[in-house]
C-alpha cells in the first residue's frame, strides 16, 4: 500500500512559479512511475508529467515541456514539481499517483493516488 500527500498549491499571479510536493509512504519500487495530473472544473483528469522511481527517466505532456519540470528525490520518498511561467490556463486541482507497471499518461493505469492540492492562476 503507498501514501500520497501533496502538498504546495496555492494562489498565485501570471507569470508566477509554484512547486508541489508529493510525498510518499510505503515502498516505491525502482520500476514504479510517478505521475503528475491535473483537472479543472468541467474538464477530464489530464497527464502532466511522469518520472521512473529508479531511473528518473522523465516524460511531459507536450504543451507543458518547457514550463514544468518533474523531479524526485529518493531519500525523502518525495517528488516535486516545478511550475514556472504560470497562467490562468493552469488552475486546476493537481493530483500526484503512482503506476506501477511502467510509463503511461492514462489515469487509469496508476494504482495510488494522493488526494490533490489546489492550483489557481489569476490574470
Known amino acids: 500500500q503507498i501514501q500520497l500527500v501533496e502538498s504546495g498549491g496555492g494562489l498565485v499571479q501570471t507569470g508566477d512559479s509554484l512547486r508541489l510536493s508529493c510525498a510518499a509512504s510505503?515502498?516505491?519500487?525502482?520500476?514504479?512511475?510517478m505521475g503528475w495530473f491535473r483537472q479543472a472544473p468541467g474538464k477530464e483528469r489530464e497527464f502532466v508529467a511522469q518520472?521512473?522511481?529508479?531511473?528518473?527517466?522523465?516524460h511531459y505532456a507536450d504543451s507543458l515541456k518547457g514550463r514544468f519540470t518533474i523531479s524526485r528525490d529518493k531519500s525523502k520518498n518525495t517528488v516535486y514539481l516545478q511550475m514556472d511561467n504560470l497562467k490562468p490556463e493552469d488552475t486546476a486541482v493537481y493530483y500526484c499517483?503512482?503506476?506501477?507497471?511502467?510509463?503511461?499518461?492514462?489515469?487509469?493505469?496508476?494504482?495510488?493516488w494522493g488526494q490533490g492540492t489546489q492550483v489557481t492562476v489569476s490574470s
Open positions: 518520472i521512473r522511481w529508479g531511473a528518473g527517466t522523465t
Open positions: 510505503g515502498r516505491a519500487y525502482s520500476s514504479s512511475v
Open positions: 499517483a503512482v503506476n506501477r507497471n511502467g510509463f503511461s499518461i492514462t489515469p487509469s493505469d496508476y494504482d495510488y
